[in-house]
């Protein structure tokens, strides 16, 4: 059985009041927890049952029971972003992992309808490569800092600011962003993009937008010349490296696993660093006996699901975008199959370049981790 432990003030951890909520809303659409649906949810409790406690199933279930039935009648899929929370990401979801992975998965799904489990951006790249099906947002404010730091036109005048050069476009901002960018990235590719790119145009710096960290942490990377935004996730932005320092004291032999929107000098004296997908992936292949991944909070509950035995420690920080998808708007979408999400044609054209610009690359064999213990580069901020 994986243990979870909640370590510190920055963690919010899962409580009651989240079932608390998902009973009342159950109660108000005319849903019950009875024999039928206990009998219905049974083999999916199995699976959450080390993170969800059994006085939280009864409030969940009867939304999980429902949802699973709207699936079938709207001919919908589900995708489930690492940072949902378990009784959506493992109970509710089809498709399971990282933004772009789950919208290359919806594309070639045949289901009419994808609910996008996650924040906005991630339901417009997930309307980009599926423009022939209707994509629903559960909740419309379900937005993202990093997104959000950056628009369309501030793309323009920096490429006017730096002619010549082209701009590399995280996969975490609107689809606006990625029309006005000559290739999109992913945090396990985004060394091999830059240098890619700045190969292809003959030149030795970059624009890369909009995440600083990401950024500067790619710059320890590679000998190409970053030039960055100042955009930050507010989620991994908190942590620190006296959060690691105290980590490492109050649990002797933890290994600290970080993602490399976290600032620099948390890489720097990090154990390990990469990807969410690159996260899940040395849990799984290492097996550590404690470990701490500094990244949303709901990312260790789904990663100790299939790694029983690992002690989980959370020093972590929720984000209050995507906890704004719940089970009972998920329930209300597939009900009412809203909110839409609608996409300028010629911006989503645009898009679809950036992104298939960054698809036409060749496969690595596995993502690039990012080197611990290194110090951080200057990049120039625009």
Known sequence: MARIIDAGPVCEPRTSMGAFGALNAAQARGLEY??????????LYEMVKDVVTPMEWPA?????????????????VI????????????????FRGDSLQLAREAANTPARVIVQGGVHFMAETSKILSPDKIVLIPDERAGCSLASSITGADV?????????????????????VKAESDICCTSSNAVQVVEAVAKQWGVNRVIMIPDEYLARNVAAM???????????CEVHEQFSAADVVELRDA?????????????????????????????????KKNNPRKVVLLTECSMSDNVALENPGVEFVKPCNLCPHMKRIT????????????????????????????????????????????????????????
């Open 156 to 176: 323009r005048l920096i490429k006017q600011r730096f002619p010549g050069l082209p701009v590399v476009t995280y996969v975490n901002t609107s689809a606006d």
């Open 251 to 283: 649990h002797p032999g933890v290994m600290i696993l970080a993602h490399p929107e976290c600032p620099p000098d948390v890489l720097e004296v990090a154990d390990y660093a990469g990807s969410t997908a690159a996260l899940a992936n040395y849990v």
């Open 34 to 43: 009875n024999d039928r649906v206990k009998a219905e949810t049974a083999h």
């Open 60 to 76: 969940y279930a009867p939304l999980i029971a429902a949802i699973n039935k709207l699936k079938g009648q709207r001919d919908a």
């Open 327 to 382: 089970l009972e708007a998920i329930y209300d979408a597939l009900v009412e199959m809203k909110y839409e999400v609608h996409i300028d044609p010629i911006i989503a054209k645009e898009a679809k370049r950036a992104i298939d610009a960054m698809l036409a690359l060749p496969k690595t064999e596995k993502p690039l981790d990012f080197e611990v213990g290194r110090r951080a580069v200057e990049v120039e901020l625009v």
């Open 222 to 232: 590679t000998n190409i010349k970053i030039i960055a935004w100042h955009g930050k």
């Open 79 to 94: 995708l489930a972003h690492n940072y949902m929370t378990p009784e959506i990401f493992a109970c509710v979801g089809d």
